[in-house]
């Protein structure tokens, strides 16, 4: 059985914005996953082939800060749960919370990751 990639997280600005320059967006309704292949040599080569890159963003748009960092807590289980078998090693993830993001239950929360998981790969490599 293979092992499941491990997450690690995106640290600074260029390396969110990389993401948001290069990569597909995929809005959902509790949340916008954006995502791309890892190019730079600090996130691949023969160590860096088991991990997933992921960052968690809220903007004030979504609230206060007790709700922005709600929301966070939020997506970064849902991360956690889904992350590990939905997503591509190698990749680099950026999920934006919304404002929606509190109100929505969380198994569908969840469905949304999966599903903008699943748009995404499907368009960054056509035909699988």
């Not at 997450?7 to 260029?14: A, F, H, I, V």
């Not at 509790?30 to 890892?38: C, E, I, M, N």
């Not at 969380?106 to 748009?119: G, H, M, P, Q």
Request: glycine residues 10%; positive net charge.
């Amino acid at each position: 059985m293979a092992k499941t990639p491990d997450l690690y997280t995106l640290k600074n600005r260029t390396e969110y914005l990389g993401v948001a320059a290069t990569g597909f967006k995929k809005p959902m309704p509790g949340l916008v996953l954006q995502g791309k292949p890892a190019e730079t040599a600090k996130t691949t080569g023969t160590k860096g082939d088991n991990k997933i890159w992921v960052g968690i963003t809220a903007t004030k748009r979504t609230g206060g800060a007790v709700e922005r960092n709600r929301i966070k807590r939020r997506l970064r289980q849902v991360i956690k749960e889904v992350l590990p078998s939905h997503g591509r090693a190698g990749y680099q993830y950026v999920v934006i919370g919304r404002k929606n993001t509190l109100k929505r239950p969380y198994d569908l929360l969840r469905e949304d990751l999966k599903t903008a998981l699943a748009v995404l790969h499907k368009r960054i490599t056509p035909g699988t």
